[in-house]
Each structure stands twice: as structure tokens, then as C-alpha cells.
């Protein structure tokens, strides 16, 4: 069974920091492109950061370049989104998502094949 599991979501006051994990699990993410959605309450998913496959090349949202970094581990089958100096805007459910080699239109929330269920990520003022 192909799955996505996103873990690290939590409540973080404005200024911290955290670490969100996205775990496959019925196939190997070395192949992948993964990216980083988030989905605000009342407003529409928008694509946050996207990592190729094993070349590593990344892409980020305008917003969050800078303070967010994507980073992959492919012997642990796992992707991270590091996201520091958070601010009350970052408030979000998470979500990541796959697609084969390359991030292509993650930037639209497009062309991704798999997405895990998402984690709550909410920081306070």
C-alpha cells in the first residue's frame, strides 16, 4: 500500500521553529520529486517547498525562502521541511506529496500522485 505519513506538526509560539517529517511507506522516495503543501483554514493549498529526486534540487514559496529549508534522506525513505523564525501566518494544516523525478508544476498544486494526510502546524502571536 502507498502511503505518505507527515508527523511534527504542533503549536509553536512566533519565532520558534520546527520539523516536519513525511515518511513513504509501500515504495521507495529516491525516485520522487516531494513537496511541501499547507492549507489555511478558508483559503485555498498552495505549495510551500519541493525537492527534486535524489539530485536534490529545490524549490521554494516566495514566503517562506529563507526561513524554510527541504531537505530528503532517502536511505530513511523521508523528507523534512525545517521551518524556523515561524510566524502567525504559517498557520496550517501540512501536507506532502510525491510525483516521479521532478517537482514540475508543484508550484500550482499540480501533478503531485500521492499525498499523505497532512499535520496541524498552528503559531501563536
Known amino acids: 500500500q502507498v502511503q505518505l505519513v507527515e508527523s511534527g506538526g504542533k503549536l509553536v509560539q512566533a519565532g520558534g521553529s520546527l520539523r516536519l517529517s513525511c515518511e513513504s511507506s509501500?515504495?521507495?522516495?529516491?525516485?520522487?520529486?516531494v513537496g511541501w503543501f499547507r492549507q489555511a483554514s478558508g483559503k485555498e493549498r498552495e505549495g510551500v517547498a519541493c525537492?527534486?529526486?535524489?539530485?536534490?534540487?529545490?524549490e521554494y514559496h516566495n514566503s517562506v525562502e529563507g526561513r524554510f529549508t527541504i531537505s530528503r534522506d532517502n536511505a530513511k525513505n523521508t523528507v523534512y521541511l525545517e521551518m524556523t523564525d515561524l510566524k502567525p501566518e504559517d498557520t496550517a494544516r501540512y501536507y506532502c506529496?510525491?510525483?516521479?523525478?521532478?517537482?514540475?508544476?508543484?508550484?500550482?498544486?499540480?501533478?503531485?500522485?500521492?499525498w499523505g494526510t497532512g499535520t496541524p502546524v498552528s503559531v501563536s502571536s
Open positions: 509501500g515504495f521507495p522516495l529516491e525516485n520522487y520529486a
Open positions: 506529496a510525491a510525483t516521479w523525478l521532478f517537482c514540475g508544476e508543484w508550484a500550482k498544486v499540480k501533478g503531485m500522485d500521492y
Open positions: 525537492i527534486s529526486d535524489s539530485r536534490g534540487n529545490t
